[in-house]
């Protein structure tokens, strides 16, 4: 068998769909220039004559707090005196009503509006620079995390004011050495309530009180840390609320008159808890600013703004502080804080609303010109029209200011008018794209999925060796790589890898596509028998299949929003059209029902059937009984998904919440036992169907694996959820050894799992051999062996011969249930071999399961039911395509070959979509089960690989065991194939041999081009799923849902694909591994046995 | 070859898919506020009964049903009980098949119970009145070789008709448009009395085109 022209062809499909991908991300997700210039106090920015220096002024207020409680909505800062039953998260935070009512000159509430996207550290950009965020934020640099763009802390440490900060320690990663005293504590576990706000308050009045500052940060991250763990909708959210009313109130009594105290919230929460998108619940924050001295004019009035943007927060902070306003802010000063022209001077000092306006826009107008001269993707007739606004709108004010009249509110309106359409402007520029790059990929993609197809209808003649071979294509995509390169660097001076890449990748395919189109002709002349086989590719007839129509319609799918939001609804949908499709397609074949009394046979209008009745009775009622177990799990495994903010009238299931958020200590119990009889059922299934085949008899490793680690890594799992499920506040004085299970009990089942995994690939034969004197015969007499390998041919010969002998022996000792090889070899003692029959299906199916343990270890409690469904989902899957070939009769014959047809496969990769969802995940980032970072490191992490990848396995679970356990929809139909001859041929009929997957053996080319073929055309379903949410992406990039449907469908879409085919290529490895030891297993049976 | 019975298919066709337009069209005209979005349950069984009873007097007229073995009036009553008993229990199937591919299981059951009746008397109802209360033969006739008459293939072509119809008026369910249309059941059972229609007119086309390449095996 050749192991290398498979894996380096997959290898190749890989990459090339990972440069077409890679483009194409490259040129969809927005880029936006960071401007490196900072403003300084000598900036031209004040009105009039004389070049003062702007720091040189007396500002407004000497000192700040700013308090930011992570995730604090608007809905918990509301205080409403009418509700008298309030939910847990209302009305818990009495302080900022009482101060804006009693004192309204001093104080004000608004709704703070976040850009999206909604996570921390976006935010603290946000509003310490005044910029709009990008999708993913394109730095200049992403080796450190630092914010390089002008900001808010630089600025306040550029006039020498001292920062001190403590909480949230995205801050000290953010803002390194920026501040004069800083008290970071970890953030990262989201499952720690009070680490970080104890810290705070530990050192929060003790700091205010004494003189050691001027700006004062305090980030708690209790509410938003609560939030992820509890929901608002609980207790503990209740409390937390109440702790920060006295944190206020604290804050509040200790305040002098020069300073100004800011209490915000960086963005808000869903009603589950969690943020990062753009709906309204997760933008709306609450921003409250209080000062001891007046700050406002007086009382709110009508010209109050509704909202707050959360840009806005630093030219007004800059104004107010008397630090200039950083370099590429876009936001506009929060006028009501500004007294009115006349009104200034006097003790208070500072601007009128007029010169801070002024300011504001002057400073704008700058950070335009620059980022027009550095970046030309504003469009000109936008910019110029702002650049006239801008100069009509200086003159006048000069105009006013020189002859000192009162000026009109006109102008202010219009300076205002002015700064909102610069932020407009700005926020539709960002949102651009580099249409080259996302056509390249386009066009690779579009050609990895042509190639994918070509490479699976020509496995076979790949794996011949006489088609087009893989040297050609990649040489020259070396050479064409290198080209690129060199004139690049001639030209520019520098290299772009990307572009290098698409020639790269493009040259290659199109060099492998010409050759194999070339081919296409040649076996027609060659050879007649095989003109059947390879030139149809390609014709509509063949091509307009239901298998066929079904990936279709699912990628015409993913251009409808609606479809995406109902992704989890219409997979499942299609799943069951397609499982309804094979029986009735059997049907329409006449092969579902045994020609019985058929008139027609008689007549000779059809072939006599291939099987007998009660075989095809059998295997249809197998067929149909898992249709039926396909269809339960398929209607159960809705009951799993999660919902999106989209749906509207939609519960979330709720096994998805975690053990620990049930209060109900009844329903606990009942979902613990649950899971674990799950677990339990999943194991002892997986041990069933090896012991069935005669897999577990052997010491191997694999077999150890499958007797003692996978039920010793069930335990583990199932002893940790308990310990994860007990409440806090019970068994205090266990708390210690609750913590240490909590620690402990995770990691050993990861190491058992990574223990158990690496026996298997070690050690992968699960055949047991045992030589014997005599032996047992059951009823029947021996049969004298029928090939008998003769002592004159060579051993390659003699295996051959052998492999028959073996299974005749194998199948009649069937019949006593019990797996047992018998044979003699030019009467030298007989050989015993156990599960050889499951020799290659064996170790996959294991590794299968025990990655499913270890994937399921990631996930909620609850999910272990969903887990069950996917496996039966599996086996029912694999049993229909088992039983459906047996009735084509495509394995009745020797000579078959061993592909698998389309059916399948499409129901398996649409399967891995269908648990996605049943599995509660959703293509949205705020749906991202973050919580699977922290099992078995409920700390923290220290790095960010290790978590990452973490989440990832935890995201693509079902992407992963459907794509290593793939190559089982090969093996199956021989593994069943036994029992199908068992049940209808005759007991006595040994002229049929039934050697399961030692036929794979015995045709190892075809074995090669099956493999081939079945993982190509996985690919090929998988691919065509990214090419066409590319294209979504691509086509609908200006649709109002791209940011919120689209884009986070095609990078999840993108990753799975990613996650699929390395899980396919470690699956398919596997299968190559086993094959190996096999033949190694092989060599040293032969020469014992002809001893 | 066949061109008297394709003649009596398409004259059946005609009186079938005329029984429909009837069904929606005089219920307009004689009740008030009846609207095929608006009172769509109504519009549904009047026209499922239509559909029956018109296929029944149809077929029975033609004669196509198969000719029974006994002529007893017990035999007969227990064939004609037998009937009903299939029709009821395909209604059933039909309402768990459309339960499975994702209708609401508690919520709108009555809804989807009525697709199913229409389902049912748009296919099974046909079945029942071209082959006779025998499941065997419902199944066998749905294969390549299944069909031994004219009848069984325009058998096939309405029922695959209807019921791909049916499927493919799930399709806009999903879509945010808020149209009427889009209610449960209304796009499915729109879309199986369209694919019923098309059928009818495709069927006697269809093997009108294809009269040379057909064969049957005489009962």
């Known amino acids: 068998m050749k192991k290398l022209p498979v894996l380096s062809l997959l290898l190749w499909v890989c990459a090339v769909y990972f440069v077409g991908i890679y483009l194409f991300v490259g040129g969809f997700l927005l880029v936006r220039l960071e401007v490196n210039r900072t403003s300084t106090c000598g900036d031209v920015l004040q009105p009039g004559e004389e070049p003062a220096d702007f720091c040189r002024v007396r500002p407004r207020f000497r000192r700040a707090v700013l308090l930011i409680i992570d995730a604090l909505k608007i809905d918990f800062a509301w205080f409403d005196p009418n509700n008298t039953s309030p939910r847990p998260y209302e009305n818990k935070l009495p302080v900022l009503e009482e101060t804006v009512t009693s004192r309204p000159s001093h104080s004000r509430l608004y709704p703070f509006r976040a850009d999206p996207p909604t996570t921390t550290m976006q935010r603290i ?85 004494g003189e050691d500052w001027d700006v004062l940060v305090a980030h708690f991250l209790g509410v938003d840390h609560c939030g992820h763990r509890f929901g608002p909708d609980h207790p503990a959210m209740a409390d937390k609320l109440t702790q920060m009313d006295g944190v206020i109130r ?68 800059a104004l107010l502080l008397g630090v200039p306003i950083p370099y590429s802010s876009v936001g506009q000063v929060l006028l009501p804080v500004f007294p009115p022209h006349g009104q200034t001077g006097g003790a208070v000092g500072g601007l009128s609303q007029l010169e801070a306006l002024w300011i504001n826009a002057k400073q704008v107008n700058r950070f335009l010109e620059t980022y027009s001269g550095m970046a030309k993707d504003i469009p000109p007739e936008s910019l110029s029209q702002l650049k006239s606004e801008f100069s009509r709108l200086s003159s006048d004010y000069l105009a006013t200011v020189r002859d000192g009249r009162p000026p009109s509110p006109r102008l202010a309106a219009s300076l205002q008018a002015y700064l909102t359409s610069v932020r407009a402007t700005c926020r539709a520029t960002w949102a651009r794209f580099n249409p080259l790059k996302m056509a390249a990929g386009l066009a ?193 495994s809705l009951s799993f998904h999660a919902c999106r903010e989209e749906q509207g009238s939609c519960q979330p299931s709720p096994f998805l919440s975690p053990l620990a958020r049930l209060q109900d200590n009844q329903l606990k119990n009942l979902h613990y036992v649950l899971s674990v009889l799950s677990l339990g059922l999943w194991t002892y299934l997986l041990k069933r169907c090896l012991r069935h085949y005669g897999n577990l008899n052997a010491s191997s490793g694999a077999v150890f694996t499958a007797r003692w680690i996978l039920p010793l890594t069930s335990v583990c799992l199932a002893l940790h959820w308990a310990v994860g499920a007990t409440p806090e506040d019970s068994f205090r004085n ?16 990861f190491c058992l799992l990574g223990l158990g995994l690496f026996l298997i690939w070690l050690d992968p034969l699960t055949v047991f051999i045992k030589p014997k004197a005599t032996t047992p015969t059951r009823g029947q007499s021996q049969t004298p062996p029928r090939y008998r390998a003769s002592t004159g041919i060579s051993t390659q010969a003699e295996l051959h011969h052998l492999i028959p002998q073996i299974y005749q022996r194998m199948r009649r000792s069937l019949d006593d249930g019990e797996q047992v090889v018998g044979s003699e070899v030019d009467s030298s003692p007989a050989v015993k071999a156990y599960g050889l029959g499951t020799v290659y299906s064996a ?129 199956w139909p021989l593994v069943r194939e036994v029992r199908g001859s068992r049940g209808g041929r005759a007991c006595g009929d040994e002229g049929e041999d039934a050697v399961m997957e030692m036929r794979l053996r015995e045709n190892p080319q075809r074995f ?84 | 070859m066949w061109d008297h019975e394709i003649r009596a298919m398409a004259s059946a066709h005609a009186i079938i898919a005329a029984s429909v337009f009837m069904a929606t069209v005089l219920p307009a005209a004689a009740v008030q506020g009846f609207s095929v979005y608006g009172t769509h349950l109504l519009w549904l069984y009047s026209v499922s009964g239509a559909v029956t009873a018109v296929s029944v007097a149809v077929f029975w ?61 748009l296919t099974t109802l046909r079945c029942l009145c071209v082959l006779g209360p025998n499941v065997q033969a419902w199944i066998r006739v749905f294969s390549r070789h299944g069909a031994m008459s004219v009848w069984d293939t325009g058998l096939q072509i309405t029922v695959a008709c209807t019921l791909v119809g049916a499927w493919i008026g799930a399709f806009p369910i999903p879509l945010d448009w808020d149209r009427p249309w889009q209610v449960w059941p209304v796009s499915c059972s729109l879309g199986a009395t369209i694919g019923f229609l098309t059928g009818l007119v495709a069927a006697p086309a269809w093997i009108h085109s294809h009269r040379k390449q057909l064969t049957y095996k005489c009962k």
């Open chain 2, 61 to 121: 007229l033609l004669g196509i049903t198969p000719p029974t073995k006994k002529h007893t009036v017990g035999y007969k009553l227990s064939r004609l009980f037998r009937s009903c008993l299939y029709f009821f229990l395909s209604c059933l199937f039909f309402h768990t098949v459309v339960v499975l591919y994702g209708a609401p299981l508690i919520e709108s059951a009555l809804e989807t119970f009525s697709l199913s009746v229409l389902l049912t008397s």
């Open chain 1, 734 to 749: 266990l708390s210690e050894l609750i913590g240490l299970a909590q620690l402990a009990l995770p990691r050993a089942a």
């Open chain 1, 125 to 209: 950009k946000g509003f310490t620079t005044g910029s709009l965020p990008t999708f993913v934020d394109v730095g200049n640099n992403f080796a450190s995390s630092a914010i390089l763009e002008d900001n808010l802390i630089h600025q306040f440490g550029q006039v020498g004011k001292r920062v001190v900060f403590m909480g949230d320690d995205t801050w000290e990663n953010l803002f390194p050495k920026k501040f004069h005293r800083s008290l970071p504590f970890p953030s990262f576990n989201v499952k720690d309530l009070h680490t970080v706000d104890n810290g705070i308050l530990q050192h929060l009045y003790s700091t205010m009180v």
């Open chain 1, 444 to 636: 690779i993609l579009a050609f990895a999925c042509l190639t994918c197809f070509i490479v699976s209808e020509l496995s076979l003649v790949l794996i011949r060796e006489s088609g087009p071979g893989l040297k050609p294509p990649v040489a020259v995509a070396f050479i064409a790589g290198v080209c690129v390169a060199v004139v690049q660097i001639g030209k520019q001076g520098y290299v772009e890898a990307s572009w290098c890449l698409a020639a790269a990748a493009l040259s290659s395919e199109l060099l492998f596509l010409w050759r194999a189109r070339r081919y296409r002709a040649v076996p027609v002349e060659k050879n007649g028998s095989k003109a059947l086989k390879s030139p149809s590719w390609l014709t509509p007839r063949r091509l307009l299949i239901p298998p066929l129509l079904v990936p279709l319609l699912r990628c015409a799918s993913l251009l409808s929003d609606s479809y995406v939001i109902a992704e989890g609804r219409a997979v499942t949908f299609l799943v069951f059209s397609l499982a309804l499709y094979i029986p009735i397609h059997l049907n329409w074949d006449g092969l579902l029902l045994p020609p019985s009394h058929d008139p027609l046979k008689a007549a000779g209008f059809l072939p006599s059937p291939a099987l007998s009745p009660s075989t095809v009775r059998k295997e249809s009622g197998t067929l149909l009984a898992c249709l039926g177990v396909l269809v339960g799990s398929l209607y159960l």
């Open chain 1, 843 to 971: 170790p996959l199916l294991l590794f299968c399961g025990m990655l499913g343990i270890g994937l399921l270890l990631l996930h909620p409690e609850g999910m272990a039911l969903s887990f069950l469904l996917l496996l039966l989902e599996m086996g029912a899957l694999l049993h229909m395509h088992a039983s459906s070939t047996t009735l084509r009769g495509l394995h009745g014959t020797f000579s078959a070959d061993f592909n698998v047809p389309w059916t399948p496969v499409v129901l398996w990769s649409l399967a891995a979509t269908q648990f996605f969802h049943a599995t509660g995940h959703l293509p949205t980032f705020p749906s991202i089960q973050w919580g699977a970072a922290f099992v078995g490191f409920p700390d923290g992490h220290t790095g960010t690989v290790l978590p990452a990848s973490l989440v990832t396995l935890n995201t693509f679970a079902s992407h992963i065991l459907f794509s290593v356990g793939c190559p089982l929809l090969l093996f």
């Open chain 1, 1008 to 1091: 090669t081009a099956a493999l081939l073929q079945l993982a190509t055309r996985y690919l090929f379903i998988l691919g065509a799923q990214v090419f066409s949410s590319v294209c979504a992406a691509a086509i609908l990039r200006r649709h109002l849902m791209v940011w919120k449907v689209f884009a986070p469908k095609l990078m999840f879409e993108a990753s799975g694909f990613l996650v699929s085919s390395v899980s396919l290529l470690i699956g398919v490895a596997l299968v190559l591994r086993v094959d190996v030891a096999v033949g190694g297993w092989f060599k040293r049976l032969i020469p014992e046995a002809s001893r």
């Open chain 1, 250 to 317: 604290s804050v509040i009594d200790r305040l002098q008159n020069d300073t100004l105290l800011v209490v915000m919230g960086d963005h808000g929460m869903t009603d589950t808890g969690d943020h990062g998108g753009e709906s309204q619940k997760e933008t709306d924050a609450a921003i409250f600013l209080y000062s001891p001295s007046p700050l406002f004019p007086g009382p709110p009035t009508q010209s109050e703004p509704d909202v707050v943007p959360q840009t806005d927060l630093v030219p007004t902070l």
